[in-house]
């Protein structure tokens, strides 16, 4: 069984930056793929950013439209961690993020049925 711990949301400006933090525990050596996820009020949970964990394609990483050259994300194998580095932040940028992991193929990185553990959620503000 994985389990994930979130950190890093915070209140910021538009236009500062955040970094958020995952870090996975238990079996990890089953997972596929972690991804960021984040999912405002009364909306369906979108597909931030991911990065593949293992396999040929380890390291990957793909992102959400919405995010596309404005976040990025690292990873560190030791620590069994991600990081969402968040630049340019917008107020719309406002909401839950979740850190998920999971088994998806490569075609189905954005899914969100792909992804089985989540982690608690970090609140991210942006005020304008």
């Known amino acids: 069984q994985v389990e994930l711990v979130e950190s890093g949301g915070g209140l910021v400006k538009a236009g500062d930056s955040l970094r958020l933090s995952c870090t996975a525990s238990?079996?990890?050596?089953?997972?596929?793929?972690l991804a960021w996820f984040r999912q405002a009020s009364g909306e369906e949970r979108e597909f931030v950013g991911g990065?593949?964990?293992?396999?040929?394609?380890?390291?990957?990483?793909y992102y959400g439209d919405s995010v596309k050259g404005r976040f990025s994300i690292s990873r560190d194998k030791a620590k069994s961690a991600i990081y969402l580095q968040m630049n340019t932040l917008k107020p719309r940028d406002k909401t839950v993020y979740y850190c998920?992991?999971?088994?998806?193929?490569?075609?189905?990185?954005?899914?969100?049925?792909?992804?089985?553990?989540w982690g608690q959620g970090t609140q991210v503000t942006v005020s304008s």
């Open positions: 998920a992991a999971g088994r998806p193929i490569q075609a189905t990185m954005e899914t969100r049925r792909s992804y089985t553990t």
């Open positions: 238990g079996t990890t050596y089953n997972i596929h793929a």
């Open positions: 990065i593949r964990w293992s396999g040929g394609s380890y390291g990957t990483t």
